[in-house]
């Protein structure tokens, strides 16, 4: 074809899938302008986050839990209680729900009746039934 327009594809990536499907892969964020990104922001296919941010109502709950574990008879569950609750919060502040979730789990086994647990539980989305 003489005579025909040049044509020009900027940023265009193609790649061949399995299925022989063509698929455009590339991303380009540069036209984003005064867009603030929180903590951790990731962009890509099949991406799960989960941003946890420590309200006041959490705080309160955190609290409530520890004053459960306080007053547990037995010294030696207590101990591994207070074990348990310190790792739950490093890993509140380190935002790791499935280490959250393990955390409640082994406070649930040693409070067995703690409806703080089962709060906490629910403001994550987490099932420790």
Do not use: C, W
Not at 2 to 25: A, C, H, R, T, Y
Not at 82 to 89: K, Q, R, S, T
């Amino acid at each position: 074809m003489k005579n025909s327009p040049d044509i020009v594809i900027d940023k265009l990536q193609i790649v061949m899938e399995g299925d022989g499907f063509l698929e455009d892969k590339s991303r380009n964020i540069s036209d984003l302008r005064d867009v603030t990104m929180g903590d951790n922001f990731n962009q890509g296919d099949n991406v799960s986050q989960t941003s946890i941010k420590q309200t006041p109502e959490l705080r309160e709950v955190l609290e409530q839990l520890k004053e459960e574990i306080k007053n547990i008879p037995s010294a030696d569950k207590q101990e591994v209680a207070e074990m348990h609750y310190d790792l739950l919060e490093e890993y509140i502040e380190q935002n790791e729900p499935s280490k959250i979730k393990k955390s409640l789990i082994a406070l649930n086994e040693i409070l067995s009746t703690s409806g703080s647990i089962f709060t906490i539980a629910d403001q994550f989305g987490i099932s420790i039934s």
